[in-house]
């Protein structure tokens, strides 16, 4: 893919995404990658102060390239809407969600993604 057609066509000026994603298309081109597999046990657990904490186990299967990131998003079971609460860098088992309301109830999904695309989402 020519770096005129990505400026132009898709608006990717920053040549570290250009690159990126020509890496990708090769990989997909070539079946030379895997995502990484889903997190496992993905928990929660409610703290003091508007808080929950959720913990989770790595998968096995990490991808090639490897897992990089996370993306946890929440809702509110009355809502079908999904709103990302974090993006994680590097290899991470847990977090704590901040500001939430003890008086409703959410579900949480992760997704993990590595350099050949996102895992199915734990939730």
């Not at 057609?5 to 079946?31: A, C, K, N, W, Y």
């Not at 928990?43 to 102060?49: F, V």
């Not at 939430?100 to 999904?109: C, F, G, I």
Request: hydrophobic residues 35%; negative net charge; glycine residues 12%.
């Amino acid at each position: 893919v020519s770096t005129r057609v990505m400026e132009r066509d898709l608006g990717i000026t920053s040549p570290l995404h250009r690159q990126q994603l020509t890496r990708g298309i090769q990989r997909f081109i070539l079946g030379a990658g895997s995502r990484p597999g889903p997190a496992g046990s993905l928990a929660c657990a409610p703290l003091a102060g508007e808080r929950v904490a959720l913990t989770w186990t790595n998968p096995t299967e990490m991808g090639r390239p490897p897992l990089h990131s996370y993306l946890l998003q929440r809702r509110s079971v009355s809502s079908p809407v999904w709103t990302p609460q974090a993006f994680l860098e590097g290899l991470q088992e847990g977090y704590v969600d901040e500001g939430t309301d003890p008086a409703e109830v959410y579900e949480y999904k992760l997704t993990l993604w590595g350099g050949f695309g996102e895992s199915e989402a734990a939730a």
